[in-house]
T-cell receptor, first 115, second 113 residues
Framework: AQTVTQSQPEMSVQEAETVTLSCTYD???????LFWYKQPPSRQMILVIR??????QNATENRFSVNFQKAAKSFSLKISDSQLGDTAMYFC????????????FGTGTRLKVLA | DGGITQSPKYLFRKEGQNVTLSCEQN?????MYWYRQDPGQGLRLIYY???????QKGDIAEGYSVSREKKESFPLTVTSAQKNPTAFYLC????????????FGQGTRLTVV
């Protein structure tokens, strides 16, 4: 069974600095999808970035980028130029391509951006 | 606007009563999901459905039931058999195949007293 592990329950970063959130996962498949979601205090889940396992190039969305290490089964999220609005829970998620379209989430990292 | 609607936002029930949480989507998505969120435990999958009239148990299905009679709707019933039902419940949907993300509703906070 697929599992997703986020080993940092809480993190903080100064405004304008860079922070990296860690995520590891376990799967027996060669192809799959990975996602980072943000959950601000409103509790609305928002997609931050996605990665397809067969693509070697790391995904980037503005200030957000990932470091995808397939062999190590690692999928970290880097937030550059942190802003106060980045304060939120961040969840890493995995989805198979084998026909069951379920998303497995980690336990989350609570990020606080300090002014 | 397309999206997922969960209702109500807050729900209070007495212990021993069944309660049904509503989830409706107008995104024409095939797949729908129910997750439970508790502090420190992330999102745990309760049930999911990939097509109308079919659904599968997730990791924590005990004490819950679902139906998928229409593509747009995936209601979740929290039964009296669920030992600790107080939680935040999130409904999601996705297109199914391909590199598509799950879209989420705004959630329902259920409190059982």
């Amino acid at each position: 069974a697929q599992t997703v592990t986020q080993s940092q329950p809480e993190m903080s970063v100064q405004e304008a600095e860079t922070v990296t959130l860690s995520c590891t996962y376990d799967t027996s498949e060669n192809n799959y999808y990975l996602f980072w979601y943000k959950q601000p205090p409103s509790r609305q889940m928002i997609l931050v970035i996605r990665q397809e396992a067969y693509k070697q190039q790391n995904a980037t969305e503005n200030r957000f980028s990932v470091n995808f290490q397939k062999a190590a089964k690692s999928f970290s999220l880097k937030i550059s130029d942190s802003q106060l609005g980045d304060t939120a829970m961040y969840f890493c998620a995995h989805r198979t391509t084998s026909g069951t379209y379920k998303y497995i989430f980690g336990t989350g990292t609570r990020l606080k951006v300090l002014a | 606007d397309g999206g997922i609607t969960q209702s109500p936002k807050y729900l209070f029930r007495k212990e021993g009563q069944n309660v049904t949480l509503s989830c409706e989507q107008n995104l024409n998505h095939d797949a729908m999901y129910w997750y439970r969120q508790d502090p420190g435990q992330g999102l745990r999958l309760i049930y999911y459905s990939q097509i109308v009239n079919d659904f599968q148990k997730g990791d924590i299905a005990e004490g819950y039931s679902v139906s998928r009679e229409k593509k747009e709707s995936f209601p979740l019933t929290v039964t009296s058999a669920q030992k600790n039902p107080t939680a935040f419940y999130l409904c999601a949907s996705s297109m199914g195949m391909g590199n598509t993300e799950a879209f989420f509703g705004q959630g329902t906070r259920l409190t059982v007293v």
